[in-house]
């Protein structure tokens, strides 16, 4: 199991919107947290947000104000809702999970490409 399926990347003019999802095939009960990284080209991967298991949220401050992360529990799912993009977000977004014996996970990455 544990199994990460990202979607919802793609192009987007700037000031756009994208919402990306995350569904994994594992269990919500096992799981402690779930999020967003990103990885521009020629750099590191970067937090952009996560969500624990109680629904604390914790938002990169390059994208506060602009992203939204939330979560079904049942469903094992995260969703990231992206607004006002711009070019600097521009990156492949990574799902993550990290289960409660701290085990971690990795989607295979979705691109998201704004064009100014």
């Known amino acids: 199991q544990a199994q990460l399926v990202e979607s919802g990347g793609g192009t987007v003019q700037a000031g756009g919107s994208l919402r990306l999802s995350c569904v994994g095939s594992?269990?919500?009960?096992?799981?402690?947290?779930m999020g967003w990284y990103r990885q521009a080209p020629g750099k590191q991967r970067e937090l952009v947000a996560t969500?624990?298991?109680?629904?604390?949220?914790n938002v990169a401050d390059s994208v506060k104000g602009r992203f939204t992360i939330s979560r079904d529990n049942a469903g094992n799912t995260v969703h990231l809702q992206m607004n006002s993009l711009g070019p600097e977000d521009t990156a492949v977004y990574y799902c993550?999970?990290?289960?409660?014996?701290?085990?971690?996970?990795w989607g295979q990455g979705t691109q998201v490409t704004v064009s100014s």
């Open positions: 594992g269990s919500s009960f096992s799981i402690n947290v």
């Open positions: 969500i624990t298991r109680g629904g604390y949220t």
């Open positions: 993550y999970v990290a289960t409660l014996g701290n085990r971690v996970y």
